[in-house]
């Protein structure tokens, strides 16, 4: 597997003047409202805000799931914020791995498949999507289990087996979703000690979540309220309650 591209080597992510408009029952809502930022490669970044501060929102659209209503997004130097649906499908294959709350397994299938399914997708042949995938199970030290189905798994390997999955497409970043959220805080805790690894190791990592003390354990915070960005800085600072500083976008 290829060795990401350290911090400070340039942006990976630009976001301006980003707005995201819904109408429900003929009203219209405002989840984001202007939100302008840059993540760094190899960064790792917190998006933190409590229900209705427009974090889902912006995950979705940081992970092509979604397109802005204005403004721009730039990922790995692609303006992906007009792009059709064919065109999502494919930056979000190649440039994106996901880590959700709900691990999201194939329950029939052992971890080794599971993790090897994004590369079934590129249509990579069946040898080398096996050696990419017990490489990426052996970089969350779980090749031991690399035969097991979901329900033969503890909730912390399953995230794991997830978080390979997420690896084995050599992805330009790593986008979280609360992911301790489904597990004890033990588990949880050797969860984010694989993500802090991850980040030493030069992966961008984008962890979104209301907790703030999973907040404060990442470099960087950035806090959304009512679809704004309220503080960016520190993630001990902006997590647990300190107003940070607004940067401009790029802000290493």
Sequence with gaps: MTTPNAPGS????????????????????????????????????????QSGSGKSTLMNVLGCLDTPTSGRYMLNGKDVSRMDDDDLAVIRNVEIGFIFQTFQLLPRETALANVELPLVY???????????????????????RMHHRPNELSGGQRQRV????????????????EPTGNLDSATGEEIVRLFEQLHQAGHTLVLVTHEPKLAARCPRAIRLSDGEIIADGPGPVVALGGTGVLPQAGHA
């Design 10 to 49: 340039g942006p990976l992510i630009l976001v301006e003047a980003l707005t995201r408009a819904f109408f429900v029952g003929g009203e219209e809502v405002r989840a984001l409202r202007g939100v302008t930022f840059g993540i760094n490669r190899g960064e790792w970044v917190a998006i933190i805000g």
């Design 122 to 144: 590129r249509g990579m042949p069946a040898k080398e999507r096996r050696e990419r995938a017990r490489a990426a199970l052996d970089k969350v030290q779980l090749t031991h």
């Design 162 to 177: 997830a978080i390979a999955r997420a690896l084995v497409s050599e992805p330009s970043m790593l986008l979280a979703d």
